[in-house]
């Protein structure tokens, strides 16, 4: 039978695990709210150049 409290002792997290970790963490990710506030000011910039395009 495994000895849960013996294993718990014996362990030792992956130090690969901990950098993954850290760098998941310190990562600026965007969320969906900026992707959507950069893709209308995208297309508002667009827009604003055709209109000056056709006058």
Request: no cysteine; proline share 2%; charged share 40%.
């Given at each position: 039978m495994?000895?849960?409290e013996?294993?718990?002792?014996?362990?030792?997290?992956?130090?690969?695990i901990?950098?993954?970790e850290?760098i998941?963490y310190?990562q600026?990710?965007d969320?969906?709210?900026?992707?959507?506030?950069?893709?209308?000011?995208?297309?508002?910039?667009e827009?604003?150049g055709?209109?000056?395009?056709?006058?």
């Amino acid at each position: 039978m495994i000895n849960f409290e013996n294993e718990l002792k014996k362990f030792r997290p992956s130090l690969e695990i901990e950098d993954a970790e850290e760098i998941i963490y310190n990562q600026d990710l965007d969320d969906m709210a900026d992707v959507l506030v950069s893709l209308l000011k995208d297309a508002k910039a667009e827009e604003m150049g055709r209109q000056t395009r056709s006058r």
